[in-house]
């Protein structure tokens, strides 16, 4: 299922239905698992593991080189589960010797045209990256997130899960769970509720959600006094404990 115009190297492995587009460019240490599809002129280049039913458009390069002026072509490593699309344009490069070596998608993630996933980056799963959306290196997205159109995360920064950042928003902290964000710099604007509804959250987990933001966002509380106040109801709500957890872990601070 290898169109002969294709450039697959010996070294690299592909399962038995893997399907490759005229013009790809396929480089060693490229393993690639079963029932993906590489498109017309694409290229991914190794080290590169890839799983199952993944699906690669034309034009999109995998595995590159990471954009690190301090990358001395060490064989770092890129990462991606299964069930991912790459539309056209869209690069993701591998990790650094700086960092932990390798960057890592999961599962079930849509990344738009011309978006970019830096070098050293975790990308959980069930992520939607919209047309342009960027990550610098070292960002951490977690799961459920959505990137609107030409968003970008600075270099370092974590996305929590289920946080939405609005289109054009220029992310330059960290972005608890749950959170919409939009601007530049990025600033909350609310509780992401619709996604959560999506999801299957109840109503009653999106008011305490709701009753958590309000008490970061719009107590005009110290941070610290927030955290506080919703101690107990972390300990009783894993939702919220999952929000108290992601601030108090933050290194960059929070969007505020």
């Given amino acids: 299922m290898i169109d002969p115009r294709a450039v697959v190297s010996p070294e690299a492995r592909l399962a038995a239905d893997v399907t490759v587009g005229p ?13 993906t599809i590489v498109g017309p002129h694409a290229v991914i280049n190794g080290p590169t593991t890839m799983g199952a039913d993944n699906h690669v458009f034309q034009f999109a390069s995998i595995g590159d080189a990471p954009q690190d002026k301090k990358y001395r072509g060490e064989a770092t490593r890129l990462v991606i589960g299964e069930h991912n699309v790459f539309r056209e344009f869209c690069t993701v490069n591998r990790g650094t010797t700086h960092d932990r070596g390798v960057t890592t998608i999961g599962d079930d993630n849509l990344l738009m045209a011309g978006a970019h996933v830096a070098h050293d980056c975790v990308v959980g799963s069930h992520i939607v990256f919209a047309n342009g959306a960027v990550l610098g290196g070292h960002v951490e997205i977690g799961d459920w ?48 509720a619709e996604g959560l509804r999506r999801r299957g959250f109840s109503e009653e987990q999106i008011r305490a959600v709701r009753d958590a933001y309000r008490t970061v966002y719009r107590s005009e509380l110290k941070l610290s006094d927030a955290l506080a106040r919703l101690g107990p109801t972390a300990r009783e709500r894993p939702e ?17």
Avoid at 183 to 189: K, L, S, V
Avoid at 240 to 256: G, H, K, M, Y
Wanted: glycine share 12%.
């Fill in 23 to 35: 013009f790809s460019v396929i480089g060693p240490g490229v393993e690639i698992g079963p029932r």
């Fill in 145 to 192: 997130v959505i990137l609107g159109g030409l968003s970008a995360v600075h270099q370092f920064a974590k996305v929590g899960a289920h946080a939405f950042l609005a289109g054009g928003a220029m992310v330059r902290r960290d972005v608890p769970p749950y959170v919409m964000v939009v601007g530049d710099p990025a600033e909350p604007y609310a509780v992401n």
């Fill in 240 to 256: 919220i404990r999952a929000f108290v957890d992601f601030i108090q872990a933050s290194t960059r601070s929070i969007v505020r």
